[in-house]
């Protein structure tokens, strides 16, 4: 089962953020390898929205260490201004995903958070200067996330 959900952060009626969620495994294609085939929450940034991320190593074998960028979580009262690390020409990011898989690299910031109130900065261009903002989220559980609330600053 996918669900999917948009929102228009700054008000001009376009949609800025996608947000995509597939719930369950899709057993119809268990050959074909993709992300798609397994749960996921996924995010798509547009028009120029950006959000907070956090930089997260695993191991990649015979000594050499990868990086994966994904979408930071935030607490309340984190300062936005503050954050120094930046999606700048990402457009996609999963919160947390789930491949089933022994090899898998990492589920994402957000896999194991239950019960959890956490924040996405957010901050997007307007006229050649920058306005910050979040948006909250209550993760339950993986199956049970809400985005509350999101503001922009004027």
């Not at 930089?55 to 309340?76: A, F, M, P, R, W």
């Not at 957010?122 to 920058?130: C, E, G």
């Not at 809400?146 to 922009?152: E, K, M, P, R």
Request: net charge neutral.
């Amino acid at each position: 089962m996918k669900t999917s959900d948009s929102m228009d952060i700054n008000l001009d009626g376009n949609s800025d953020l996608s947000i995509k969620q597939r719930m369950y495994l899709d057993i119809i294609a268990p050959n074909n390898f993709t992300y798609d085939n397994y749960p996921y929450c996924l995010l798509e940034f547009k028009n120029g929205l950006e959000f907070s991320t956090k930089i997260e190593s695993y191991v990649q074998g015979q000594g050499s260490v990868g990086k994966i960028i994904g979408i930071d979580t935030l607490s309340y009262k984190n300062r936005i201004d503050n954050i120094s690390e930046w999606s700048c020409n990402i457009t996609k990011a999963v919160m947390w995903h789930d491949t089933n898989s022994t090899y898998r690299i990492t589920n994402g910031y957000w896999f194991y958070l239950t019960n959890a109130e956490k924040y996405i900065g957010i901050r997007m261009k307007i006229n050649s200067h920058y306005k910050f903002g979040w948006i909250k989220v209550n993760e339950f559980s993986r199956e049970n996330i809400s985005f509350v609330s999101y503001a922009l600053e004027k």
